[in-house]
């Protein structure tokens, strides 16, 4: 029997799926019905967290845990920033590549394939005038070389989603600026799907 796990944020946790799901649960019933039952989910996403709290959740919540698969899909929280600020409000880009390094590290320790996603555009237009915090699709690139390259580093898979969803008409597939709503968790699974399966890994 297989476990597999997701660390991550909100997207992870599914939130705005009218469902109630999100994507990494209806990942789950996918493979179910593709794959066979013989599989475990355990999903340790948490809204708002960012990168130093995935790393302090794994600390916790992963070495203890007999993984197969291990998930990473957080940074999302990282990019906030006040409107019309050159400056993220939380981490420095030094802040978040030393925790990306502290929790890759961390995580290799466990005999898991690791496979860490990129992350998602965002709809800036969706930020209205009055809007305190606002994501930045240039930083939300930028972040993604970095994890990229972090990845490589250690030899862990990088699933990148990116490109492909920035030609997709995000207004159909998310309910806020960042957050997918039931469309858009249905795609990321079914994606995701995929990719395991091209990885060989179910």
């Known amino acids: 029997m297989k476990k597999i796990g997701l660390i991550g944020d909100s997207i992870g946790q599914g939130f705005w799926d009218e469902t ?11 493979i179910k019905q593709n794959c066979g039952a013989d599989y475990i989910f355990n999903n340790l996403s948490q809204f708002g967290d960012n990168i130093a709290d995935a790393y302090h959740r794994a600390e916790t919540e992963v070495l203890s845990r007999a993984f197969d ?50 992350l ?43 490109a492909t969803w920035q030609k997709l008409n995000l207004k159909e597939l998310y309910f806020d600026a960042t957050h997918p709503n039931a469309t858009g968790h249905q795609l990321l699974a079914e994606q995701t799907l995929a990719y ?6 179910l």
Request: proline letters at 2%; charged letters at 25%.
């Open 20 to 30: 109630d799901l999100g994507w990494f649960a209806r990942l789950g019933r996918l």
């Open 196 to 201: 395991l399966k091209q990885q060989n890994l």
């Open 69 to 118: 698969i291990i998930l990473v899909n957080i940074g999302i929280n990282d990019l906030r920033r006040r409107k019309d600020s050159d400056e993220q409000l939380d981490f420095s880009e030094g802040a978040r590549l030393m925790y990306w390094h502290k929790l890759l590290d961390l995580l290799t320790q466990t005999n898991a394939k690791i496979i860490v996603t990129d």
């Open 120 to 162: 998602l555009p965002v709809i800036e237009g969706y930020y209205t005038p009055d809007a305190s915090l606002i994501r930045r699709n240039s930083d939300v690139e930028r972040y993604n070389e970095i994890i990229s390259a972090v990845c490589k580093e250690h030899n862990i898979a990088f699933y990148a989603r990116y």
